[in-house]
């Protein structure tokens, strides 16, 4: 088990060789484990959360929309002595100034969107959400492909807090991003 003390953890060395043999993976609960392969369903949630979100927000304020956000994919981001690779990630400008070049990011994000897939729900619904709530991510937002739900959480006292849940035929404004709609329903491929 990764959590296991007596098992040597996971280095950065060792996470780049992962990726110099063209595998994803991410340092998780101090364990190097593999992210599973996007498939096209994985994808087209990914890119239509990134869709939305990313033109108005993933600039200045007042340069066409509200701005004030630096918006990822698959980024590497360090997280303790762990490295996770959120499928979307988000950091406030006015929090993070200058987008960091260093790999991993050594900044935690404030918003973090995961694709669930049959081999990762456990652990982007376990230990991840966990340390993403450890380190400070604000919002974590899951999107469940196989029960095609969409939730949101926010970073409560103690714990995540399930703030909204969205099926298909739903078109949601979301934290932390208001002034988009989110159609819940393209994001498990159903047109309206």
Not at 42 to 71: F, M
Request: proline residues 7%; glycine residues 12%.
């Amino acid at each position: 088990m990764p959590g296991d003390p007596a098992l040597r953890l996971a280095s950065l060395d060792d996470l780049l060789r992962a990726i110099d043999q063209e595998r994803r993976c991410e340092i998780v609960d101090g364990g190097l484990v593999d992210k599973s392969a996007a498939d096209e369903g994985h994808g087209g949630a990914q890119s239509e959360v990134v869709g939305r979100v990313h033109q108005p927000y993933n600039r200045r304020r007042g340069e066409g929309g509200p701005g004030g956000w630096w918006i990822r994919t698959e980024v590497h981001v360090a997280l303790g002595t762990d490295v996770y690779c959120p499928d979307i990630a988000g950091w406030r400008r006015e929090r993070v100034p200058v987008m960091p070049k260093d790999w991993p990011v050594p900044v935690a994000p404030d918003w973090v969107a995961e694709v669930l897939s049959a081999s990762t729900a456990a652990r982007d619904l376990g230990v991840k959400m966990r340390g993403y709530y450890q380190h400070g991510v604000e919002h974590y937002w899951v999107i469940d492909r196989q029960n095609q739900v969409l939730l949101v959480y926010f970073r409560g006292e103690r714990a995540y807090e399930l703030v909204a849940t969205g099926s298909p035929g739903d078109t949601l404004s979301l934290p932390p991003f208001p002034e988009v709609e989110i159609d819940v329903g393209r994001l498990f491929g159903i047109e309206a």
